[in-house]
C-alpha cells in the first residue's frame, strides 16, 4: 500500500521556483512531523525541512531557510514544499517522510515516498 505520493518536481532555471507536493494516506499524515529530503547525485540523503503535525512549527536545513517554505494542509492529507530562489546545488530527487521527531535525523522517519526529480538549470 503506497502511503506517500510525491508530485511536482520538474526543469527550472536557476532563480525560479517550483511547489512539490506530497498525498499522504490518512494514518501516515496523522504522523507527529512530515519532512522532505533529498538526495542529489553522488550525494547522501540530505535533510531539507519538516513540520509537526498542527503546522506550527518547522525545522528547516540552513542551505534552503529563507527560501523554501515548508506546509501542510489537513484537510487534504498533503504537505507541501515551495521552492523558491532555486540554485544548480538544489538539483535532487525530493523524497517526503512521515516521523516522530521535528528533526533532520533521516533515522526518525519511518515512512518514505518514492521521490521527484527537481532539476535546476543555471
Known amino acids: 500500500q503506497v502511503q506517500l505520493v510525491e508530485s511536482g518536481g520538474g526543469l527550472v532555471q536557476a532563480g525560479g521556483s517550483l511547489r512539490l507536493s506530497c498525498a499522504a494516506s490518512e494514518r501516515t499524515f496523522n504522523s507527529p512531523v512530515m519532512g522532505w529530503f533529498r538526495r542529489a547525485p553522488g550525494k547522501e540523503r540530505e535533510f531539507v525541512a519538516a513540520i509537526d503535525w498542527g503546522g506550527t512549527r518547522t525545522n528547516y536545513a540552513d542551505s534552503v531557510k529563507g527560501r523554501f517554505t515548508i506546509s501542510k494542509d489537513n484537510t487534504k492529507n498533503a504537505v507541501y514544499l515551495q521552492m523558491n530562489s532555486l540554485k544548480s546545488e538544489d538539483t535532487a530527487d525530493y523524497y517526503c517522510?512521515?516521523?516522530?521527531?521535528?528533526?533532520?535525523?533521516?533515522?526518525?522517519?519511518?515512512?518514505w515516498g518514492q521521490g521527484t526529480q527537481v532539476t535546476v538549470s543555471s
Open positions: 517522510a512521515a516521523g516522530l521527531l521535528l528533526q533532520g535525523n533521516p533515522e526518525g522517519y519511518f515512512s
